[in-house]
C-alpha cells in the first residue's frame, strides 16, 4: 500500500537527495527544508541585510522586526506567556550551556542535579561539568525496559536535596516520550528548577511549555525543519530572572565604562554578539510552514511511517530494537553483524541512517552496545523510502552473513 | 616508483570490480588475510580512538623499513585496514612520509572510505600512522 507524504514536494533538498539516489533517513540528526524556508532566507539577504536592534536605518529597521516577529512565532509555537520568554541561541547544546552557567550560583556543594541515563551528550555534560565545578551530586534516573523513565524510582530519587531536574522529553535513540509533565510536578513538588530538553520532542507534535509547567525547554531550529545555527530557550518570567549572565559583548549591555557594566534583562542580555539574524528569520517562516500545516494529518502519516518501520524490522531475523520506540525513530543492532559494517553497506547502497553512539555514549554503554544504527523519520519521508531501506538492509545483512 | 607486490595485487583485484557488492565481497575477503593480532597487541595503547568500530594497530620498524600489523571488530574496516597495509608496508619513513595515501584509496575506487566524518575510521588509522612514524 503506498504511503505518500503530500508535504514532500514542499522540500526541494529531499527531491534533490532523492535524484541523487540517496534516501535520507537521518532527520533526528538534522532536517531536510521546506521551500519557504529557503525563499525567506535568500529573501532577507536579497533585500539587504543589517543588524538587528542597533540602527535607527531603514535596512537596520526592517531586519530587527522580521527578527522579533520570528521570536514571536516561536513563543506561539510553544505557548510561552511572551515572546520575553524566547531568547535565540545557537542550538540546543548552547541553550543548555547557557542555562549551566548562568544558573551556576544558584548551587552549593552537596546540592543535587536529577538528569536520566538516557540522556544525550547535550543534556548532560553541561550539567555533569556543573556539579564537577561546584562540588554537586548529579544522580541519574533508570530506564525501564521500555526505554522510559522509571516513574517510581524517579520520585525516590527526586528529593529535597534536588535543585535542578533536567530530563529529555524524547529521547533521539529511543524514540519514547517520556514521562516529563509527571517529573516535573515531582521536582517542583521539592522546590527544584526544571529544564526540558525538547530537541527531538520539539518536531513531533505541538507542545504547550506552559501546560508542561517547565522553568525552561531547550531545542533547535535546524531540528525543526529551520536553519541550523539557531537554538531556542524558553524560560519562564521568574525563571529567567534567576538566570546570571554568561557571554558578554554587543547589544546585551545596558550600559558600559571601562571598568563596570550593567546588562540587559532576557532576551536580549543573553543574547550577546550579533545573533544569526538570516537564520532566525528564516525559522520564521519554517515555523509558519508548519503552523499553515494539518497537524492532525502530520501525525497521523508519522505515526502510520512508523509503524511500517517497527513492522518491517520485526519481521527480520536476529533484529534486535532498542527500547520500544513510540515515535519518529528506531535505533537497532543485528546478531552477530557489526553495526560499523552494516552502516557501510548501507551507505553503499545510497541509504542515509546514523550509525554510532548517537552522542549518547553514556546509554550506549548503560546497554552494552559498542553501536548502533538509527533510521528517523520526517513528515517528507514516505512509504517508499522504507521500502527502498529494507531491500537495501536485506541486501546489506545477506553479504554479512 | 614501482608498488609493492600485494599493493599491485589489490589494485588489480580492486580495478576489476564493477560493483559496490563485489568490492563489499572484495574487501571482506582482503580483511580475512590481516594477521591475527595477539590479545596482548590489543591494549588500550595500540587503539586507534575515533573509529566506530574498534581499531588496533602497531607498527615496528625492521632495518628501517616500517611494518605494520592491524586488526579491527568490523569487517569492512578489516579490509580496508588490510589494503591500507599492502600499501604501507615495508616502506622507509620518508617513503610513508611522500605516500598520498587518499590517492591509493582513490585508485582503489575507496576514496569515499577516507570521508572526513568523525565516526570514519580510517583517517585515525592514517594519522595513527604518521604519529607512529614520526616517532
Known amino acids: 500500500m503506498p504511503l505518500n507524504s503530500p508535504w514532500r514536494t514542499d522540500f526541494p533538498g529531499i527531491q534533490a537527495l532523492d535524484a541523487e539516489g540517496q534516501t535520507y533517513l537521518d532527520s533526528a540528526a538534522t532536517a531536510q527544508k521546506p521551500q519557504a524556508m529557503l525563499d525567506s532566507l535568500l529573501g532577507y539577504y536579497a533585500s539587504g541585510a543589517a543588524n538587528v536592534h542597533r540602527a535607527q536605518h531603514l535596512p537596520g529597521e526592517r531586519a530587527t522586526r522580521a527578527f522579533e516577529a520570528s521570536r514571536g512565532k516561536v513563543a506561539q509555537w510553544l505557548n510561552a506567556a511572551s515572546s520575553e520568554e524566547i531568547i535565540f541561541t545557537r542550538g540546543t547544546t548552547e541553550s543548555l550551556n547557557l542555562l549551566a552557567y548562568g544558573l551556576e550560583p544558584l548551587f552549593a556543594a552537596g546540592d543535587e542535579i536529577v538528569v536520566s541515563a538516557l540522556e544525550h551528550h547535550a543534556n548532560l555534560l553541561p550539567w555533569q561539568q556543573l556539579a564537577l565545578r561546584r562540588g554537586l551530586k548529579l544522580v541519574i534516573m533508570p530506564l525501564d525496559s521500555c526505554g522510559q523513565i522509571d516513574l517510581a524510582q524517579a520520585a525516590t530519587l527526586i528529593s529535597p536535596r534536588t535543585r535542578l531536574l533536567a530530563v529529555s522529553q524524547l529521547s533521539n535513540v529511543l524514540g519514547r516520550w517520556q514521562p516529563v509533565r509527571e517529573l516535573i510536578a515531582l521536582a517542583q513538588a521539592q522546590g527544584a528548577l526544571s ?108 505515526a502510520a511511517l512508523h509503524a511500517r518501520l517497527l513492522a518491517g524490522l520485526s519481521a527480520r531475523d536476529g533484529i534486535q530494537l532498542i527500547g520500544e520506540p513510540q515515535v519518529a525513530l528506531a535505533s537497532f543492532t543485528v546478531a552477530e553483524v557489526h553495526s560499523a559494517d552494516l552502516a557501510h553497506l548501507l551507505t553503499e547502497q545510497g541509504i542515509a541512517v546514523r550509525a554510532g553512539h548517537h552522542c549518547a555514549m553514556p546509554l550506549l554503554k548503560s546497554l552494552g552496545l559498542p553501536g548502533a544504527i538509527r533510521v528517523s523519520l520526517g513528515l517528507y519521508n514516505d512509504g517508499a523510502d522504507l521500502t527502498r531501506f529494507f531491500v537495501a538492509l536485506d541486501k546489506a545483512l545477506e553479504l554479512l552473513r | 616508483m614501482t608498488l609493492p607486490r600485494p599493493a599491485q595485487q589489490a589494485l588489480d583485484a580492486f580495478a576489476a570490480c564493477p560493483g559496490w557488492e563485489q568490492r563489499a565481497r572484495l574487501l571482506m575477503q582482503w580483511g580475512e588475510r590481516l594477521a591475527p593480532l595477539s590479545e596482548e597487541d590489543k591494549q588500550e595503547v595500540n587503539r586507534v580512538s575515533g573509529c566506530e568500530s574498534q581499531v588496533w594497530l602497531v607498527g615496528e620498524i625492521q632495518e628501517s623499513r616500517w611494518q605494520f600489523r592491524a586488526t579491527s571488530d568490523a569487517r569492512l574496516i578489516r579490509g580496508l585496514l588490510a589494503v591500507l597495509l599492502a600499501r604501507v608496508d615495508g616502506l622507509s619513513a620518508a617513503e610513508l612520509d611522500a605516500l598520498d595515501l587518499a590517492d591509493w584509496f582513490n585508485q582503489l575506487g575507496l576514496a569515499r572510505q577516507l570521508s572526513p566524518s568523525r565516526s570514519n575510521g580510517l583517517n585515525a588509522v592514517l594519522q595513527r600512522m604518521r604519529e607512529l612514524v614520526a616517532g
Open chain 1, 195 to 302: 529544564v526540558v530538553d525538547g530537541a527531538q520532542g520539539v518536531l513531533h507534535g505541538r507542545h504547550d511549555v506552559q501546560a508542561l509547567g517547565c522553568d525552561f525547554y531547550a531545542c533547535s531550529s535546524h531540528k525543526l525543519y529551520g536553519p541550523d545555527g539557531v537554538g531556542l530557550l524558553y524560560g519562564r518570567g521568574t525563571a529567567l530572572a534567576q538566570l546570571r549572565h554568561w557571554q558578554f559583548g554587543g547589544e546585551m549591555v545596558l550600559e558600559a565604562d571601562y571598568q563596570h557594566a550593567r546588562f540587559r534583562p532576557a532576551p536580549l542580555g543573553f543574547e550577546a554578539g550579533t545573533p544569526a539574524i538570516s537564520s532566525v528569520i528564516a525559522l520564521g517562516a519554517s515555523l509558519d510552514y508548519l503552523a499553515g500545516l494539518d497537524q492532525a494529518a502530520v501525525i497521523g502519516h508519522e
